[in-house]
């Protein structure tokens, strides 16, 4: 009989530790993925503002070959 008593305790003592880490873990995950987005927004707008630099200095470059020099 005892023994059945700790049996049920420990089952409960590890689902009760279980259940804490999956809380736990629910409420990171926002947070990791919120940072992850945030990287990726600012990777995509280098991305974009290095493709414009490098754009018109194409634009430029050839505005100034169509161009003489007087």
Do not use: G
Not at 51 to 67: M, R
């Amino acid at each position: 009989m005892k023994n059945k008593f700790k049996k049920l305790r420990n089952k409960r003592i590890i689902s009760f530790i279980v259940s804490v880490v999956l809380i736990l873990i629910l409420l990171f995950i926002p947070n990791l993925e919120s940072k992850s987005v945030d990287q990726a927004k600012h990777a995509v707008d280098k991305a974009v503002n290095d493709v414009s630099k490098k754009l018109n200095d194409v634009a430029q470059e050839s505005n100034n070959k169509l161009q003489p020099d007087k």
